[in-house]
């Protein structure tokens, strides 16, 4: 059997199986980060790779591709409340690529991470095929603190933080050669995400937060990851969903279905999250104090799925998004 | 100019002096791993990035990658003085890979890491065109018992642990398909690597280790390394250097010379290391303690410099060793 026949889900599962957890190990393989139990605090630490062929469409900057590898590490950091401390990068690169596209690439990993607060720490310079990005950021959490996939309970309200859809419109347009003139914001959204660092430690910190994670594969496919991971059913509104105005002024000009950009389409790095109703004011009011719009899009139930409410009735949402391996 | 003009070493010194240090940085890019203070102890952050091509002989075997992965990495911290707390895997594979590799794999990096009293706690799984596995690993050190490359005094005994040499000869067996029989433990050099994580914990706990790190370029170059980042002089006694006896049998029986494995080959994950020389004799004891030799093969004097004592008279050790993009 193929890696292409069973996909990347299938293939974290095996290793979620596989690796024991150890006695400081709070968090172990199966959530957008690993938490480690060092005494007073939890170390967060994540991993992302980047790999030029599936990562980076025709036409990516140098420091696109840094900023990108920063902020997809940062992003994992930011879906468990924790503050960033720094990041270390193994980057693969073919011998003929110029010094100076290397120098580039350094250059804006180093003053995005400094912009959220971190430090570039480390790393290793490898020869390789094609480019390749690996980063592995580490920051602290603390106790009580730590916003997981697992936390949600019914009652909660499912809230989202920004827009959905612009990646995966700009991806749409720099894949298919669209005319991107006045599209500059979805090919930005795509090129160069920003991590919710701050918001992440915002809603770890107001603690009303239950469960969070990041919009990576898709609003349907991470909301299907917490909902099962915390054993609940979630119902979210079709109508409060926060489409980017953009995303749709786009797909209505060239035919597309937004719908395909903001619930199925990944990249988003928006911060997904559920919150105790109690505690739901103040958790606009924290995100107001650092300008990050966020609308509450729905709410959990007892009992299993994700179901997406359509003039009156719910229906089953599929759990659909970006998934490796799989064709 | 392209990456194969001005090699890796160029490479990380160019990413050095982009990367600014942030006030929790005790040690950023340009020693074994980073050093971060997290308040009463540093967090010690590393990551290495093995790549099919040029890491992984004809016919290494998915246990041998998963092992190798996590023994480059914990190699790291070992020569921080660090104690590991876990690791984080970046796996880029090809499509059309057997699921079957991927579980070998896996299952080897969590059994080799638990070995060494640490987790697997996270990864990423991506495709990509040729194999390419990159950890990251991170642990903990005492305060005041870093152990940096920048520490060698005047005075200073230079030491080793275990042989050199039988890793590069394993690499010359596989690469120039030599006849194996006989040489297995050369092979399993190159191929199983193991990491000197309780020599390392054990030198720092005891005290008397100025500056360490791992042979990995090779003992020339890492020597070289040391020397300059402490701002000293290193003299090497050839005689005392411990080559590997079946490496020494090895390259006699093939007409290769000896020292071509031992000093300029790289791979061996010995700790290299410094010693105030009132302590020598209880470095000796704790390394005899958990079993590992350890050898005195010179000392540190004021000045610059590598040099090599031959037949009584001094010569300059060459800067030579593994080196990425160079040719």
């Given amino acids: 059997m193929k890696l292409s026949d069973i996909g990347e889900r299938s293939l974290v599962e095996l290793a979620r199986r596989i690796c024991k957890l150890g006695p400081r190990v709070e968090v172990g393989i199966g959530d957008d980060a690993a938490a480690i139990n060092i005494g007073d605090r939890y170390l967060v630490v994540t991993t992302d790779m980047l790999v030029a062929s599936t990562h980076f469409p025709p036409g990516t900057k140098a420091e696109q591709m840094g900023r990108k590898a920063v902020a997809v ?17 193994s980057v693969g690169l073919p011998r003929d690529l ?54 949600a309970k019914p009652g909660d309200i499912i809230a989202v933080t920004g827009n959905l859809g612009a990646a995966a419109a700009g991806l749409k347009i720099l894949l298919e050669r669209l005319p991107a003139r006045g599209y500059g914001e979805l090919v930005r959204a795509q090129l160069e995400p920003i991590a919710r ?5 915002s809603l770890a910190k ?22 099962k991971m915390s054993g609940v059913k979630s119902i979210i509104d079709r109508a409060r969903v926060p489409v980017h105005p953009l995303a749709l ?45 966020v609308a509450a899009i729905g709410h959990v ?11 009156g009735k719910l229906e089953r949402l599929p759990d659909r998004g970006y998934e490796h391996f799989k064709v």
């Fill in 73 to 89: 590490n940062l992003s994992d950091l930011a879906a468990m409340g924790a503050e960033p401390l720094g990041l270390v990068f």
């Fill in 98 to 151: 110029e010094v100076g596209f290397v120098r580039r690439m350094i250059r804006s990993m180093d003053a995005a991470t400094r912009g959220y607060g971190a430090y570039v720490v480390g790393g290793d310079l490898d020869e390789s095929e094609e480019i390749i990005v690996t980063g592995a950021a580490f920051g602290l959490a603390n106790k009580g603190r730590l916003l997981t996939r697992s936390g």
């Fill in 197 to 201: 660092v701050r918001e992440g430690m």
């Fill in 206 to 227: 107001c603690g009303y937060a239950t469960a969070a994670t990041d919009v990576t594969d898709s609003l349907a496919a991470n909301l299907w990851q917490v909902s």
């Fill in 249 to 293: 002024k786009f797909a209505e000009r060239h035919g597309f279905e937004v719908e395909e950009f903001a619930l199925f389409g990944g990249e988003d790095f928006e911060l997904l999250f559920t919150v105790r109703p109690e505690g739901w004011r103040r958790v606009q009011l924290a995100l107001k104090r650092i300008g990050t719009p």
């Fill in 301 to 311: 139930e007892r009992g299993r799925g994700v179901y997406i409410g359509r003039e």
